[in-house]
Nanobody
Framework: QVQLVESGGGLVQAGGSLRLSCAASGRTFSSYAMGWFRQAPGKEREFVSGIDWSGSVTKYADSVKGRFTISRDNAKNLLYLQMNRLLPEDTAVYYC??????????????WGQGTQVTVSS
């Protein structure tokens, strides 16, 4: 059974930083592309960033490009999202997902439970 568990969320002031982690288990982590999505109250889930199985190909939403960095450690089965220069509009529940690195929700087959990120102004 595949499990994805996010951690690292919290409350931070605008301009601050957080690093999210996603611990994966249940299948060969290094074989699958991964992504981060977020969902704010009353809004649809949106793509944040994706990374291929090797870590050599990454994609970012325009809204986070230059501020967020996705990475992975295949030896530890961990996915990361380093978030810098956070803005109040980054406030959302952040989800990691497995199966793709593209900004297409339906391409992902497993999802974590999410971690809340709140950015105060």
């Amino acid at each position: 059974q595949v499990q994805l568990v996010e951690s690292g969320g919290g409350l931070v002031q605008a301009g601050g930083s957080l690093r999210l982690s996603c611990a994966a288990s249940g299948r060969t982590f290094s074989s699958y592309a991964m992504g981060w999505f977020r969902q704010a109250p009353g809004k649809e889930r949106e793509f944040v960033s994706g990374i291929d199985w090797s870590g050599s190909v990454t994609k970012y939403a325009d809204s986070v490009k230059g501020r967020f960095t996705i990475s992975r450690d295949n030896a530890k089965n961990l996915l990361y999202l380093q978030m810098n220069r956070l803005l109040p509009e980054d406030t959302a529940v952040y989800y990691c997902a497995s199966g793709s690195f593209l900004p297409l929700v339906h391409r992902y087959d497993y999802w974590g439970q999410g971690t809340q990120v709140t950015v105060s102004s």
